[in-house]
Nanobody, 121 residues
């Protein structure tokens, strides 16, 4: 598996939306579960969302359920995190991750470099 490259972060007003993209490479990307973690300043890194290799199964942290969706396009080696109804507490660096199970940091095999999302009120 090659590196993961995130894009789409930025500054958005509370209530707004952003879509993060994660570009993968390598033959194993389409066979991995891909997800997102985030880390706010002064806080521990936390799981946000994940999607199975087929796209048939998704998982979300309680704090983002109903507001965030995750999707993937294996033909393009891309995963997307659509973030709606953003809140100031969603402000964090968001990391794309890949592995056979990514709900726990210790199980993640590949990390992206992170993209900053800032939500202002």
């Amino acid at each position: 598996q090659g590196p993961l490259v995130e894009s789409g972060g930025g500054l958005v007003q509370a209530g707004g939306s952003l879509r993060l993209s994660c570009a993968g490479s390598g033959r194993t990307f389409s066979s991995y579960t891909v997800g997102w973690f985030r880390q706010a300043r002064g806080k521990e890194r936390e799981f946000v969302a994940a999607i199975s290799w087929s796209g048939g199964s998704t998982d979300f942290a309680d704090s983002v359920k109903g507001r965030f969706t995750i999707s993937r396009d294996n033909a393009k080696n891309m995963v997307y995190l659509q973030m709606n109804s953003l809140k100031p507490e969603d402000t964090a660096v968001y990391y794309c991750v890949a592995g056979y199970d990514v709900r726990v940091q210790e199980w993640v095999r590949v990390w992206g470099q992170g993209t900053l999302v800032t939500v202002y009120s």
